[in-house]
């Protein structure tokens, strides 16, 4: 769901001058904001630039210079001109100026996700070709948004049925095989 989100408004919003997408998702237990998915034109070549894979890559939420952990603590927008700016400590800014270059956005704004009790389930980072944003943008981006936070909030109500769900059977059935069971 997320690369596909991802892919889906980088290529519908490209006429607005989106260059790339990514998504962050909320791992409270561990206390990190992880890289979910991105999307951008060149994708490929930006994929080689990251030190190991992207879904790999986190940050912890303690880490408040950080403008993506900002948007997840604040629970507001924030922007930027330097992807490093979002990205440190987990990404050195040589990494990140060229990804930058490579992607050829000149401004980041990211949105927090959240879930219907008003949690922060995560961030979306889009990468813009401007460093102005029209309102026209700010209200495409926004409504994006808004529809992915319903589809993460539907995902994770199927992840938590389906834990309970695995929790039922192995009460009722130790010896049942868990790996029959839809994930």
């Known amino acids: ?3 596909q989100s991802v892919k889906l408004m980088t290529e ?6 989106v260059l790339g997408t990514a998504m962050f ?10 890289a979910y998915a991105f999307s951008s034109r060149l994708f490929d070549a930006v994929n080689k630039l990251f030190p190991r894979k992207f879904s790999e890559l986190s940050v912890s939420l303690k880490e408040t210079s950080n403008l993506l952990v900002r948007t997840v603590a604040t629970r507001d927008e924030q922007e ?13 800014q040589m990494t990140c100026d060229a990804i930058q270059r490579t992607i050829g956005f000149s401004h980041l704004i990211s949105y927090p996700l959240r ?5 922060p389930a995560g961030s979306l980072l889009f990468g813009l070709e401007n460093k102005e944003i029209t309102e026209r943008q ?24 389906v834990e309970r ?6 009460k009722t059935s130790p010896d049942s095989h868990q790996e029959n069971i839809p994930t």
Do not use: C, M, W
């Open 165 to 170: 769900y695995k929790r039922s059977i192995a």
């Open 138 to 161: 700010r209200i495409f981006l926004g409504t994006f948004r808004s529809q992915l936070e319903l589809a993460l909030e539907n995902v994770i109500e199927f992840e938590q049925v």
């Open 1 to 3: 769901l997320a690369e």
């Open 25 to 34: 998702r909320v791992h409270s237990q561990e206390n990190l904001l992880y």
């Open 12 to 17: 519908e919003l490209r006429s607005e001058g």
């Open 115 to 119: 879930l219907k009790q008003g949690k």
């Open 80 to 92: 930027g001109d330097r992807l490093f700016d979002f990205s440190k400590p987990t990404l050195n």
